[in-house]
């Protein structure tokens, strides 16, 4: 099991920049994709960014060149960094990993959710 706790949502301007971190416990040494999702109550989740267990990043065209995903292994942490924000990226955002079972099985776990409010 693992389990993903998100924080740093909260209001911020349009042009503003807002980091979220995403920390993890359990059997982490099972995951091998961290990323983000985010959901409006309009629209269903998104993905908005990914990074691999040796690094390998992707992103949503988006969110391309204003949000970066990173992670710091020994304190078994994911970030997001967003810059440049608009209100068409307020949502709630979600971690999200991939892990694999002791059996071999992928298995999927979700935080709980942290809101960001871009105000224009």
């Known amino acids: 099991q693992v389990q993903l706790v998100e924080t740093g949502g909260g209001l911020v301007d349009s042009g503003g920049s807002l980091r979220l971190s995403c920390v993890a416990s359990g059997n982490i040494a099972s995951t091998y994709v961290m990323a983000w999702y985010r959901q409006t109550p309009a629209n269903p989740r998104e993905f908005v960014a990914s990074?691999?267990?040796?690094?390998?990043?992707k992103y949503a065209d988006s969110v391309k060149g204003r949000f970066t995903i990173s992670s710091d292994i020994p304190k078994d942490t994911t970030y997001l960094q967003m810059s440049s924000l608009n209100s068409e990226d307020t949502a709630v955002y979600f971690c999200?990993?991939?892990?694999?079972?002791?059996?071999?099985?992928?298995?999927?776990?979700w935080g709980k959710g942290t809101q960001v409010t871009v105000s224009s």
């Open positions: 990074i691999t267990n040796i690094g390998g990043t």
């Open positions: 999200h990993a991939l892990a694999l079972s002791d059996y071999g099985y992928k298995m999927e776990y």
